[in-house]
């Protein structure tokens, strides 16, 4: 579904390295878990695969369409959702859907239906009609998922989903996660926290200072520590043995 | 901490916001260059065309002065100069007006003072001098060349200078706070109705209507000095009808006679205009210590409305550019800044072309008796276009397509559209707002006592001038838009590319108009409009490729 190459990406002008040299591969009907400390490059890979930055080098492909060279139509293949929403906010929601789907070209039934099922699934039917300004966080989290779920593609690419959702808006977006790759879909997310990652991936990658650290399964990752680890030991074994790295 | 102290701290914090905003990442030179090539151009076209009409009234003013025999008092040239200070205080009622809704009542950083320990008063104070700052800026910047022409012209004695930069710097706060004695209950009582981005709107077209009745009652006042019998009156030794026309406004009076009264009768009426000036400050500052939160955060509450029952779905399916259009439209009259500054223009020009076209105005006087001798038909069409064509290329929703969109800019890169496809319903909403503007500009011209041949025709060129306007103004903002803005006034009002744009399309409106009026030696009046017209349009078509080519580059990270 996705294919990362040779990925780097600087900053400030050659100063700030925020991803250096990443390849990821993410299969059809994964979930997969990007996980990293605060700074280590998500977010900036994040754009990258979603299109909203340019790469410096390396390339990036979804379902097959290489992004530089076919942007618009790789676009179509992907729902994005980023870490801060400041886009939109002087439409209501529903506005905000009727826009996607008219960009995205949803027609017929599945317009009505799409937006009534995520309006009910995101508990936002009350709100609908009131701008998104005078959305709280999570609210704002939701309309914005519900947006990128309402095209139904085939990837779709979420930075830090779970900052600020309740509980049980969490667990409806990890149902509804598990419920997009049911359908050979897939899922690119990033977290810090860890818990999350564990008990919902397929597979994570993890990155540390714009490399990525380790990448596979969680018995595979496993390998790196005890057989038993939990997430946060095999993250931290992964990270340490990356200073000792540094340090020989 | 005390009041004093407080509200130095919050002015000086006010202060850093404003240098500080905007320049945000690596400073580029070729910008500044433009920021200084851009400001030098506006100093001297304003400073040109003041100089080119106040100094001929000035010196038709001493040519009667001379001829006077009651000496001592006023002068015609003083009222003269009297009228200019009462048009600046007009521009600083109107602009003043909207800056006051940006900064101190629209402002986003409200809801964060309000979490401090402050007075209230004090928050609104600090907001409030930066509107005067703004305001003295833009009153000297205006009053400077016409002070400069009137010595040049009329000649004045030393002291002159002290007295005008003691009027100068009061100037602007009578206007001012009068507009903040209005705004500050009609925020509160309309800051939580839904359609408050048109009601912000509305209250700025109610300020331009007090432009337009301080206008016609200045055009009323200039033509009794000049076009009744104010020869007949200055030879019989009477001079009592200039005090009292300026007298229509007291203020103005104590003002004029402020600057230009001899001895005692000078301090008097300064004495009288700072005690109406600190009068109205007083009570801004009072009713602000009572209710500046109130009026300033009612909007911040989002008005909802009641949960429907069942919610109403947008059943049909929009093509591309017709999404992005309406979103365009929705996003601009759903902020009262956005909506404010970009339809404005479009309301006060015809509004003043019709108050001047109609009786009552020394204009109406000028247009019949240009009826009456006949002005040549391509002066007169270039004239008129000239107008239509400044009315187009005041556009700050064009100038800021891009910025406007803020930090979620990243939101419209990952959407699937071409950087053509992205601009083209912008644009056309763009395009909407310059033709109306035209449009009605020049129903209001229609009024005029003049060919309504000619008045079409000009408007024909106009509605051409108005795509290449429009799209020449939106070039700077896709090439750099500027996102990290914190609240609307400074995506839109503050931000540089909406100066910017607006000087790109003003060099281009007098070489359109230039080759136009060439045409007119050697072919009729309507092939030279149809030669604009098709300039203007192959302009548009250029200036939107360029368009497409920078936002392809902007948009690509
Ligand atoms: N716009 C930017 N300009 C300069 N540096 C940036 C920018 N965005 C991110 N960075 C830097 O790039 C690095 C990675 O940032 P980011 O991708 O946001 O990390 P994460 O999402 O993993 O927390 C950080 O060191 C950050 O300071
Ligand atoms: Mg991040």
Known sequence: MVEIKGLTKTYAGG????????????????IFGFIGPNGAGKTTTIKMIAGVLRPDTGSVRIAGVDMSAEPVRAKRNLGYVPDTHDAFDKLTGIEYLGFIADVYGVDGPERKEGMEKYLRLFDLQ??????????????????????????????????????????????????????????????????????????????????????????????????NAAADATLEQVFFSVADKQTEGARL | MSAGREYFLLLLLQIKLRVRSGSA?????????????????????????????????????????????????????????????????????VLGTVTLLSIVFFAKDTEVFAAFPLRQGNVFASKFTICYLAEL?????????????????????????????????????LPLAFAALVALPLTAVFGRMRRRGLVGAAAGMLAVAALVAGQMWFSASLSRLFLGDALLELLNGNKGFITSSLGAFPPLLWLTRAVFDGGLGALGAAALY???????????????????????????????????????????????????????????????????????????????????????????????????????????????????????????????????????????????LT????????????????????????????????????????????????FAATEISAVPDCAAPKTRWSSDTEAMKQNFNSLLGMIYAFAMLPLLLGLGYTVTFFAPLELAACAVVLLSLAAARGARAWNVWLTAKMLDG
Request: charge should be positive; proline fraction near 5%.
């Open chain 2, 137 to 173: 800026g833009f009153s000297l910047f205006l009053l400077a060349p016409a002070a400069g022409t009137y010595a040049h012209y009329v000649g004045v004695p030393g002291s002159f200078w002290p007295r005008l930069a003691f009027a100068a710097l009061l100037l602007p706060v």
């Open chain 1, 15 to 30: 100063r700030t390295r925020a991803v250096d040299g990443l390849d990821l591969e993410v299969k059809d009907g994964e």
């Open chain 2, 419 to 466: 950087p053509a496809e992205q601009l083209r319903g912008r644009m056309l909403c763009f395009h909407s707002i310059g033709v109306g503007g035209v449009l009605l500009s020049f129903a209001a011209m229609l009024l005029m006592p003049l060919d309504k041949g000619i008045i079409a025709l000009s408007a024909f060129t106009g509605l051409g001038i108005s």
């Open chain 2, 25 to 93: 990442g690596k400073p580029r030179p070729l910008h500044t260059f433009a920021v200084g090539l851009a400001v030098v151009y506006m100093v001297v076209a304003v400073s040109f065309l003041e100089v080119f009409m106040l100094g001929p009234l000035f010196t038709a003013a001493k040519t009667l002065d001379d001829m006077a025999l009651q000496a001592g008092g006023l002068t015609l040239a003083n009222a003269l100069f009297g009228y200019a200070l009462f048009l600046v205080m007009a521009m600083c009622l």
């Open chain 1, 126 to 223: 009350s709100a609908a009609r009131d701008s998104i300004k005078s959305y709280s966080h999570g609210m704002r989290q939701k309309i914005m998922l519900a947006g990128a779920l309402l095209h139904n593609p085939p990837l779709w690419i979420l930075d830090e989903p779970m900052t600020g959702l309740d509980p049980a808006s969490a667990l409806l977006l990890k149902e509804a996660m598990r419920e997009h790759c049911r359908s050979g879909h897939s899922v690119f997310f990033s977290t810090h926290v860890l818990d999350v990652a564990e008990r919902l991936c397929h597979r994570i990658g993890i990155i540390l200072g714009g490399k990525l650290a380790a990448v596979g399964t969680l018995e595979e990752l496993r390998a």
């Open chain 2, 274 to 416: 700072v005690a109406v000036t600190v009068a109205a400050l007083l009570c801004a500052l009072a009713v602000s210590r009572a209710g500046y939160y109130k009026a300033a955060l009612a909007h911040a509450e989002a008005a909802k409305r009641r949960a429907a029952a069942a919610v109403f779905l947008p059943a049909a399916k929009r093509s591309v550019t017709k999404a992005v259009f309406v979103k365009e439209w929705k996003s601009l009259l759903r902020s009262p800044v956005f909506a404010l500054n970009s339809l404005t223009g479009v309301v006060v020009f015809p509004v003043m072309i019709a108050v001047s076209a109609v009786g009552g105005s020394s204009y109406a006087v000028v247009f019949e008796q240009l009826a009456q001798y006949g002005v040549p038909e391509p002066m007169l069409w270039m004239t008129l276009s000239a107008v239509l064509g400044f009315v187009a290329s005041i556009n700050p929703a064009a100038s800021t397509v891009f910025s406007r969109e803020g930090r979620g800019l990243d939101q419209i890169r990952a959407l699937p």
